[in-house]
T-cell receptor
Framework: QKEVEQDPGPLSVPEGAIVSLNCTYSNSAFQYFMWYRQYSRKGPELLMYTYSSGNKEDGRFTAQVDKSSKYISLFIRDSQPSDSATYLCAMSGTQGGSEKLVFGKGTKLTVNP | GAVVSQHPSWVICKSGTSVKIECRSLDFQATTMFWYRQFPKQSLMLMATSNEGSKATYEQGVEKDKFLINHASLTLSTLTVTSAHPEDSSFYIC???????????FGPGTRLLVL
């Protein structure tokens, strides 16, 4: 079993739809959870960062972490064509230092106008 | 805040030459920098982790003599691909993390094409 599982999609939705992106993980030591957005031929851009369980909202984006189920989600409300990108979940177990991030494979999202 | 730059953004070189890629943290001090490569339609693959002033730690299967990493200051790390070959053609991305940040901030990437 891989440490982080993420459905690669592709996922295609109409403009204005609510998008749900998910990752599951197996390592219970993970405490820091991130979502990155990567446009084609660009570096990943940090979207959301959460620590431990709970919800975090930032504009149209909401990140959820359920540590008991080892499941994290990113919701995008009122999706826009500019949201079309690959979304990567990432997580780590400790703060700072040389701790590596473990990435999901990424979900490719297309929002159709 | 938390801006990371990379230079060059793309490079084409002949087989056998060496290529240096720079990664800079522009507005914070990066105690740790990471180098990744990414093949088309695949996720990021960590190559090495470097801490300022010390030797880089390479991931299994990554040749440290081929991919030379230097992290001489808190704002600059370099990756040198020595004697590059066509199979080294890829998208190389760096990321940086400071003491005050819990996460990694990525550069825009460098596309390398070896002919």
């Amino acid at each position: 079993q891989k440490e982080v599982e993420q459905d690669p999609g592709p996922l295609s939705v109409p403009e204005g739809a609510i998008v749900s992106l998910n990752c599951t993980y197996s390592n219970s030591a993970f405490q820091y959870f991130m979502w990155y957005r990567q446009y084609s031929r660009k570096g990943p851009e940090l979207l959301m960062y959460t620590y431990s369980s709970g919800n975090k909202e930032d504009g149209r984006f909401t990140a959820q972490v359920d540590k008991s189920s080892k499941y994290i989600s990113l919701f995008i409300r009122d999706s826009q064509p500019s949201d079309s990108a690959t979304y990567l979940c990432a997580m780590s177990g400790t703060q700072g230092g040389s701790e590596k991030l473990v990435f999901g494979k990424g979900t490719k999202l297309t929002v159709n106008p | 805040g938390a801006v990371v730059s990379q230079h060059p953004s793309w490079v084409i070189c002949k087989s056998g030459t060496s290529v240096k890629i720079e990664c800079r943290s522009l507005d914070f001090q990066a105690t740790t920098m990471f180098w990744y490569r990414q093949f088309p339609k695949q996720s990021l693959m960590l190559m090495a982790t470097s801490n300022e002033g010390s030797k880089a730690t390479y991931e299994q299967g990554v040749e440290k003599d081929k991919f030379l990493i230097n992290h001489a200051s808190l704002t600059l790390s370099t990756l040198t691909v020595t004697s590059a070959h066509p199979e080294d053609s890829s998208f190389y991305i760096c990321s940086a993390r400071g003491l005050a940040t819990e996460t990694q901030y990525f550069g825009p990437g460098t596309r390398l094409l070896v002919l």
